[in-house]
Nanobody
Framework: QVQLVESGGGLVQPGGSLRLSCVASASISVINVLAWYRQAPGKQRELVAQITNGGFTNYRYSVKGRFTISRDNGSNTVFLQMNSLKPEDTAVYYC??????????WGQGTQVTVSS
């Protein structure tokens, strides 16, 4: 069982930046994939970015070049640096940890609102 706690969300103007953090209750060195998802009102949850324990990353096309996912094994934390934010980035952002085979854990989410 892995517990995940997100932080760092908030209200920001278009073009601004935020950094989300997700702290895991277990060593993330045993977690195969860490990811950030988001869910806007009335929409399905969607993958934003993911990073493997080998350091490989993958991004949703609409955030490429603006968002950066990283992990710090020492502090059991995964980060999502979000730059050049747009109103369409507004959503609840969730952290996910996948431990193969079949283990998937979610955080409680953190709200990101991009508005002037």
């Amino acid at each position: 069982q892995v517990q995940l706690v997100e932080s760092g969300g908030g209200l920001v103007q278009p073009g601004g930046s935020l950094r989300l953090s997700c702290v895991a209750s277990a060593s993330i060195s045993v977690i195969n994939v860490l990811a950030w998802y988001r869910q806007a009102p009335g929409k399905q949850r969607e993958l934003v970015a993911q990073i493997t324990n080998g350091g490989f990353t993958n991004y949703r096309y609409s955030v490429k070049g603006r968002f950066t996912i990283s992990r710090d094994n020492g502090s059991n934390t995964v980060f999502l640096q979000m730059n050049s934010l747009k109103p369409e980035d507004t959503a609840v952002y969730y952290c996910n940890a996948a431990i193969l085979p079949g283990g998937s854990y979610w955080g409680q989410g953190t709200q990101v609102t991009v508005s002037s």
